[in-house]
């Protein structure tokens, strides 16, 4: 009887052990698929200022935000991150269509509302993106493309 128990209490303990192994195995292997996998583009989008409110690894071409990434991200986007290894255009409307900022790999634009292309701000208007195309020099942060 006493033995039984025994056994029982160690079978648990050991099973208790076991999920715990898999927990910290299943967060490592997640941890390092985000580092290194598919999903992890490195591009993140912001409703608000100063990264703020944010879609972080969203694709690298989205034609519409609304259906792709997240709806409340549709002409609100405020802020960017790009640690993609390519430079990113985004554009004001769907389809990478009308006035486009450049944003290059490693860089950010932390406050759309200062971002001015042809004569009006970046701000809570972009609708789609890409990376920009061809092999030259990385324009600036908030450059037109
Ligand atoms: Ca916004």
């Given at each position: 009887?006493?033995?039984r ?16 192994v898999m ?8 941890a ?29 071409y ?17 802020s ?14 769907n ?15 932390v ?27 990385k ?7």
């Amino acid at each position: 009887m006493g033995m039984r128990k025994s056994g029982l209490a160690s079978a648990t303990a050991s099973l208790a052990l076991t999920i715990g192994v898999m927990g910290a195995l299943t967060g490592t292997a997640s941890a390092s698929t985000g580092a290194a996998g598919a999903a992890a583009t490195g591009i993140t989008v912001c409703k608000d200022a100063y990264e703020q409110n944010c879609a972080t690894n969203v694709p690298g071409y989205v034609g519409d935000v609304l259906k792709q990434v997240r709806p409340d991200l549709q002409d609100s986007i405020s802020s960017i991150r790009n640690n993609s290894a390519t430079t990113i255009c985004f554009y004001e409307h769907n389809n990478y269509v009308g006035r486009g900022v450049a944003v290059p790999s490693g860089g950010a634009l932390v406050n759309l509302s200062g971002t001015y292309v042809g004569g009006s701000s970046m701000n809570d208007v972009i609708s789609s993106w890409a990376p920009l195309g061809g092999g030259g020099p990385k324009p600036p942060p908030g450059a037109a493309c």
